[in-house]
């Protein structure tokens, strides 16, 4: 592993701290604690799960072609668990599963009545009220890899990943 892995496993650590931390005095976003929630989902059903750690004893085949701090995995690869505690890393935001289980799925963010003129800038879904007697805006946090809006549909907003070459 080069420093640049090590630096985005430590920063995706740092996040997940974060997170948690702030998601215990209600100041983390309702994306994190979806994403979070969805995450455990997908875990409490893998054998990799052990006591709240992904056990780095047990191995399992991978789920999706994807890529991991830097290595490249096929559908059907061989893994190890990572050995993360997993409380902590349901809440970063751009933390990966190692066998692939967490890839990409698209969010949707309920508007409040009356918001419109959408748009994603800095990991944030941005609407406002275009009310210039009552102007109002709206922001949700978001994943960095969630960078744009599949569908509007009445006030639920689909957004999804754009995935590069090198994702």
Request: glycine share 6%; proline share 3%; hydrophobic share 35%.
């Amino acid at each position: 592993m080069d420093l640049k892995q090590i630096i985005n496993q430590v920063a995706d650590i740092h996040n997940g701290f974060k997170n948690n931390l702030l998601s215990k005095i209600g100041k983390v976003s309702d994306a994190v604690i979806v994403e979070s929630v969805r995450r455990e989902k997908i875990c409490t059903q893998c054998p990799l799960l052990k006591d709240l750690k992904c056990d780095t004893s047990k191995e399992i085949e991978v789920v999706a072609d994807f890529e991991y701090y830097g290595k490249k995995f096929k559908k059907g690869d061989k893994v190890k668990g990572c050995g993360c505690n997993m409380n902590i890393k349901w809440m970063s935001t751009d933390a990966k599963c190692p066998k692939g289980a967490w890839q990409f799925p698209d969010i949707q963010i309920v508007l409040p009545q009356g918001f419109m003129n959408i748009g994603i800038a800095n990991n944030k879904l941005i609407a406002d009220t275009n009310d210039s007697a009552n102007w109002k805006t709206f922001e949700a946090s978001l994943p960095s890899n969630y960078n744009f809006i599949k569908s509007v549909n009445d006030n639920i907003v689909t957004i999804g990943t754009k995935l590069t070459d090198s994702q």
